[in-house]
């Protein structure tokens, strides 16, 4: 017994002494390493009649966690002072040059989102924006995702560790679709709107970054039809490629938000490794998917408070770097976001410069 008191004097003198990092391990190594005092002890305890052991066992376990404790006190408190040292001994050299940049360029995502605003805009649209950080009701539930429904599980979704005031895990929205809830359930119809904006999704390849930009239309009126949707999202696609009788064709497809769902594809033809859009004379036209659409669910309008008696309307979403990459022709998705100033400076866009605009097309409305 007194082999451990004076064990324990001794333990904590060595650690309450220990006046810098250096120090409080080599107290550590004196106490809890190999051949420590503690260490040396409980190897004793291997020794001991069983009655002697289990008293005597109790005992120098209680002491190695509350020197434990100790040492683990000690060691932030000391780990402290060496970092506040650090930090006031060390200067940053604010003489480094600055970039050699004569002039920045705008990032092709924004140059291409600002060319999509700007059509739906002459269609009457309106910029809706919503949080990054979503909660599942938004994001799954009120666009009619059952529980179990295995669309949830194709969004790779990224969950954080903080709740939602349901008790689910928070996420990061993998869809701009939460956006529609979001709004009908903030205003009155008739809603005409567009959500460009930042999803996410658990997945990387040469089309897919873990982040990218989606945008969202939504349209909710009394008297919205099928025909307003191919109306509009036709125009849209001709426009956004400046090419005038770009075939596009709707193909039946599912999204939980939905009914009717279709597809969106456009016609292109292939010369060697080149993707022409629109086709080419003589040469077969081939289908790309270039987005998903649909009739607003009724569960969907009821789920946001309306009566889908009355409202009905339709939506549309599309990946905004996709696009970009077709228009531009950047082969990889993943360059869009390294920050490699020499892709920036040869697929960046000066401020304002909207190429190939099919000034035609926009002089033909009203
Ligand atoms: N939210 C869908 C996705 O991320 C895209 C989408 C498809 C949006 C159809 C829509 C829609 O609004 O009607 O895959």
């Not at 179990?148 to 194709?154: F, I, L, V």
């Not at 997945?203 to 919205?224: A, R």
């Not at 996709?322 to 228009?327: P, Q, S, T, V």
Request: hydrophobic residues 40%; charged residues 25%.
């Amino acid at each position: 017994m007194s082999n451990l008191d004076q064990l324990n004097n001794e333990a904590r003198a060595l650690i309450n002494g220990a006046a810098d990092q250096a120090s409080i391990e080599a107290a550590r190594v004196a106490i809890m390493g190999k051949s420590g005092s503690l260490t040396n002890l409980l190897k004793q305890l291997g020794t001991m009649a069983p009655d002697e052991r289990k008293e005597m066992g109790q005992k120098v376990n209680a002491l190695r966690d509350e020197l434990n404790a100790l040492l683990a006190e000690k060691q932030a408190v000391l780990n402290k002072a060496a970092l506040a040292e650090k930090l006031a001994k060390e200067t940053i050299d604010i003489s480094l040059p600055i970039r050699p940049e004569t002039s920045g360029s705008l990032h092709p995502t924004m140059q291409i989102l600002d060319e999509m605003v700007a059509i739906f805009a002459e269609m009457g649209f309106t910029v809706a924006t919503g949080p990054e950080i979503e909660d599942d009701f938004h994001n799954f539930t009120a666009l009619n995702f059952p529980p179990d429904h295995p669309a949830r599980t194709m969004h790779d979704t990224f969950y954080l560790e903080a709740k939602d005031d349901l008790g689910q895990p928070k996420l990061l929205r993998t869809q701009t679709s939460t956006v529609q809830i979001r709004s009908m359930m903030e205003q009155q119809p008739p809603l005409r709107l567009i959500v460009p904006g930042r999803t996410f999704r658990a997945e990387s390849d040469m089309t897919h970054t873990p982040m990218f930009h989606q945008m969202e239309g939504l349209v909710i009126d009394k008297t919205t039809h099928m025909g307003h949707l191919k109306g509009c999202l036709m125009e849209f696609w001709r426009e956004i490629f400046g090419i005038e009788n770009l075939p596009v064709r709707f193909r039946p497809s599912f999204f939980p938000f939905t009914e009717l769902s279709a597809e969106v594809d456009i016609g292109y033809s292939r010369e060697g490794s080149r993707i022409v859009l629109g086709g080419i004379k003589g040469q077969p036209l081939k289908w790309m998917e270039i987005g998903g659409c649909g009739m607003v669910h009724p569960n969907v309008i009821r789920n946001c408070g309306l009566d889908p008696e009355i409202y009905q309307g339709f939506a549309f979403g599309m990946g905004v770097e996709r696009i970009a990459m077709l228009k531009y022709g950047m082969p990889d998705l993943r360059d869009f976001f390294n920050g490699d100033l020499r892709w920036l400076r040869h697929y960046g866009f000066s401020v304002l410069d909207y190429p190939n605009r099919p000034l035609d097309i926009v002089a033909q409305k009203d």
